[in-house]
């Protein structure tokens, strides 16, 4: 009989494909504020006047062309999934490879 051990987890992603957020500034309930920067000329100077962070618009485009990317991963991702999984049912002992598929998880 064989064993099997559950796969090792997934690395978290280390790298976002758009960049870091953008600057913004938080408000305190006692009115304070202060700033997130997003951008090395804010982290460097959080008063400086220009902030090099892209214009909402790009982001927008960026964010948009990101989940665009991401669908068409799950996607492929789903329809190899679905094709393994019709296979597995598909041989004749299937049944008994989703029962140890289940025992293990």
Do not use: F, N
Request: aromatic fraction near 4%.
């Amino acid at each position: 009989m064989t064993t099997h051990s559950p796969a090792a987890p997934a690395a978290p992603a280390t790298s976002c494909p758009v960049g870091p957020r953008p600057c913004y500034w938080v408000e305190e309930t006692d009115g304070s504020r202060w700033m997130v920067p997003g951008c090395l000329a804010r982290a460097l100077d959080p008063d400086a006047g220009s902030c090099t962070c892209l214009p909402l618009h790009e982001q927008l485009e960026a964010m948009r062309a990101e989940l665009a990317a991401a669908h068409g991963a799950y996607a492929g991702l789903r329809h190899w999934h679905d094709q393994v999984l019709a296979a597995v049912h598909g041989h004749v002992d299937g049944r008994r490879i989703m029962r140890e598929a289940a025992r293990v998880m």
